[in-house]
T-cell receptor
Framework: EAAVTQSPRNKVTVTGGNVTLSCRQT?????MYWYRQDTGHGLRLIHY???????QIGDVPDGYKATRTTQEDFFLLLELASPSQTSLYFC????????????FGEGSRLIVV | QEKVQQSPESLIVPEGAMSSLNCTFS?????SIWWYQQHPGKGPEALI?????GNKKEGRLTVYLNRASLHVSLHIRDSQPSDSAVYLC????????????FGTGTTVSVSP
């Protein structure tokens, strides 16, 4: 079974703080994604990656950096967190061996106060 | 940019009834259309996808796609309380890549 693990599951930080959200997949998938989910907006794509060292800009990238260090690991960085970044963040992976189905983690809830 | 809209926002159905959800997208050249299910506190899980015009059945699920009208629907036969969840419609953009674009979801509540 495909597995995507996110950490931390919950995080509270102050405005201007640094936050790193981590994601690891054990599916041997090439593609990994970071989405945020907000009421009234649904899931919106922040950044995604085709493989280690690759980064593609999504639809709502402002204020976020991402880094794909290995095929398994994808990180989302908020270097100066703002209250507008309070959200539920999901990591997902996909690959040709899964018929391009996206497999999601269980989410990381971030609150910026 | 591709837009995906879902209706209704929420739906209450009695156990055993049919649940019908709608989704419209903005580009007829979009690739596959997906339906995902999301239970509270969990990540979305893929339910079913369709690429060609027409319908596709898997168990209690039926999907209908009409590219000319930019419309796809999901029907859940014999709805069960465990079907209570948010249902997300998603499309693969025509320019390729695997980053799906999601709608805002329909919340389905099945009453016993």
């Amino acid at each position: 079974e495909a597995a995507v693990t996110q950490s931390p599951r919950n995080k509270v930080t102050v405005t201007g703080g640094n936050v790193t959200l981590s994601c690891r997949q054990t599916n041997s998938h090439n593609y990994m994604y970071w989405y945020r989910q907000d009421t009234g907006h649904g899931l919106r794509l922040i950044h995604y990656s085709y493989g280690a060292g690759n980064l593609q800009i999504g639809d709502v990238p402002d204020g976020y950096k991402a880094t794909r260090t290995t095929q398994e690991d994808f990180f989302l960085l908020l270097e100066l967190a703002s209250p507008s970044q309070t959200s539920l963040y999901f990591c997902a992976s996909s690959g040709q061996n899964s018929g391009n189905t996206l497999y999601f983690g269980e989410g990381s809830r971030l609150i910026v106060v | 940019q591709e837009k995906v809209q879902q209706s209704p926002e929420s739906l209450i159905v009695p156990e055993g009834a049919m649940s019908s959800l709608n989704c419209t997208f903005s580009n007829s050249a979009s690739q596959s259309i997906w339906w995902y299910q999301q239970h509270p506190g969990k990540g979305p899980e893929a339910l079913i996808s369709i690429f060609s015009n027409g319908n596709k059945k898997e168990g209690r699920l039926t999907v209908y796609l009409n590219r000319a009208s930019l419309h796809v629907s999901l029907h859940i036969r014999d709805s069960q309380p465990s079907d209570s969840a948010v249902y997300l419609c998603a499309v693969s953009p025509p320019q390729g890549g695997r980053a799906l674009i999601f709608g805002t979801g329909t919340t389905v509540s099945v009453s016993p």
